[in-house]
């Protein structure tokens, strides 16, 4: 597509529930990445894609944060058990251009 | 202390004049710098990039940069409401496409009518 493409916009999970959310990155963009950014702050790099190689997973706050890209396009960023600190919202960027991003709200 | 520093603001300039938005950063592998305008509710959205040492401008907007002082900084001409915003300054080790950046905390703009 044209542009950065997440979905949802806006998930609302109970604390302890998985959640996947999803990123269509601008069509061709080889580099695909992960930040989350909570209120009042700017986004922080969570992991990066190269195609479908994760190259750099070094900003995946725990274990219960995953990424994948298995065919280089389309990346999925499952976090399990969700707590109340991964209130925030996720932004992928295809180089330098961000989607719009999910707003992840666990109560 | 953070790898790139912004004033948080809020920053009130009146409509017409120069917006000057400030940003210094620790990393001195640092090779390329951004900055993004992030209005309310939405995504960041870049405004410019630069690499070299000197001014580059681009419209209303003119991005400084000084690596022995490591020093960015943006200047926003004849400011317009619609410039009202948080403006986010980041880093980059300069992989032009394939590099994860580092962002300040943002400095919040209002332009006064």
């Known amino acids: 597509g044209a542009g950065v493409s997440q979905s949802p916009r806006y998930k609302v999970a109970k604390r302890g529930q998985d959640v996947a959310l999803r990123c269509d990155p601008i069509?061709?963009?080889?580099?695909l990445f992960w930040y989350q950014q909570a209120l009042g702050q700017g986004p922080e790099f969570l992991t990066y894609?190269?195609?479908?190689?994760?190259?750099?997973k070094s900003g995946l706050p725990s274990d219960r944060f995953f990424a994948e890209r298995p065919e280089g396009s389309v990346s999925t960023l499952k976090i399990q058990r969700t707590q109340q600190e991964d209130s925030a919202v996720y932004l992928c960027?295809?180089?330098?251009?961000f989607g719009s991003g999910t707003r992840l709200t666990v109560v | 202390q953070k790898e790139v520093e912004q004033n948080s603001g809020p920053l009130s300039v009146p409509e017409g004049a120069i917006a000057s938005l400030n940003c210094t950063y620790s990393?001195?592998?640092?090779?390329?710098f951004f900055w993004y305008r992030q209005y309310s509710g939405k995504s960041p959205e870049l405004i410019m990039f630069?690499?070299?040492?000197g001014d580059k401008e681009d419209g209303r907007f003119t991005a400084q940069l000084n690596k022995a002082s490591q020093y960015v900084s943006l200047l926003i001409r004849d400011s317009q409401p619609s410039d009202s915003a948080t403006y986010l300054c980041?880093?980059?080790?300069?992989?032009?496409?394939?590099?994860?950046?580092?962002f300040g905390t943002g400095t919040r703009l209002t332009i006064i009518p």
């Open positions: 960027a295809s180089g330098y251009t």
């Open positions: 894609f190269q195609n479908e190689a994760q190259l750099d």
């Open positions: 980041a880093s980059g080790r300069g992989d032009f496409g394939n590099e994860k950046l580092t």
């Open positions: 630069i690499y070299s040492n």
């Open positions: 069509s061709g963009h080889v580099s």
């Open positions: 990393d001195r592998g640092s090779q390329s």
